[in-house]
T-cell receptor, first 115, second 113 residues
Framework: AQTVTQSQPEMSVQEAETVTLSCTYDTSESDYYLFWYKQPPSRQMILVIRQEAYKQQNATENRFSVNFQKAAKSFSLKISDSQLGDAAMYFCAYRSRNRDDKIIFGKGTRLHILP | NAGVTQTPKFQVLKTGQSMTLQCAQDMNHEYMSWYRQDPGMGLRLIHYSVGAGITDQGEVPNGYNVSRSTTEDFPLRLLSAAPSQTSVYFC????????????FGSGTRLTVV
């Protein structure tokens, strides 16, 4: 069974600085999808960025980018120019390409932005 | 286009009571799932469905029941509520497989006393 591990329960970053959130996963599959979700205090789950495993190029969405290392099974999220609105819980998630393709989530990293 | 609608947003139950958490989506999504979120545990999958009439168990299915009679609706039933079921519950849906991440409802905070 696949697992997703986020080793940093909490992190803090100064406003306007850059922060990287770590995620590792375990799978025997070669083709899959990876996601980062953001959960602000409102509780709403928001899709931040996604990556297809067969694509070597790292995904980028504005200030958010990933460092996808397939061999190391690592999928970190980099937030550049951190803003107060980035304060949230961030979840890393894995989804198989199989028919039975439920999404598996990590336990999350709470990100604090220091003004 | 309402997306994924969960009701109620908050609920308090007494131990032993039963109830149904409602989830509806208007996006014609095939895939629907129920997760529970507990502090330090992330989101854990309770049950999921890959289409009308098809459901399967996730990581923590005990004490919960689901059915999927239509594409739009995926209710979650608590058969006999226990304090251990105090949690925030999320319903999510997805169009097709893979790259389409889930769209989430706004969650239901359930307290069992």
């Amino acid at each position: 069974a696949q697992t997703v591990t986020q080793s940093q329960p909490e992190m803090s970053v100064q406003e306007a600085e850059t922060v990287t959130l770590s995620c590792t996963y375990d799978t025997s599959e070669s083709d899959y999808y990876l996601f980062w979700y953001k959960q602000p205090p409102s509780r709403q789950m928001i899709l931040v960025i996604r990556q297809e495993a067969y694509k070597q190029q790292n995904a980028t969405e504005n200030r958010f980018s990933v460092n996808f290392q397939k061999a190391a099974k690592s999928f970190s999220l980099k937030i550049s120019d951190s803003q107060l609105g980035d304060a949230a819980m961030y979840f890393c998630a894995y989804r198989s390409r199989n028919r039975d393709d439920k999404i598996i989530f990590g336990k999350g990293t709470r990100l604090h932005i220091l003004p | 286009n309402a997306g994924v609608t969960q009701t109620p947003k908050f609920q308090v139950l007494k131990t032993g009571q039963s109830m149904t958490l409602q989830c509806a989506q208007d996006m014609n999504h095939e895939y629907m799932s129920w997760y529970r979120q507990d502090p330090g545990m992330g989101l854990r999958l309770i049950h999921y469905s890959v289409g009308a009439g098809i459901t399967d168990q996730g990581e923590v299915p005990n004490g919960y029941n689901v059915s999927r009679s239509t594409t739009e609706d995926f209710p979650l039933r608590l058969l006999s509520a226990a304090p251990s079921q105090t949690s925030v519950y999320f319903c999510a849906s997805s169009l097709g497989q893979g790259f389409h991440g889930y769209t989430f409802g706004s969650g239901t905070r359930l307290t069992v006393v």
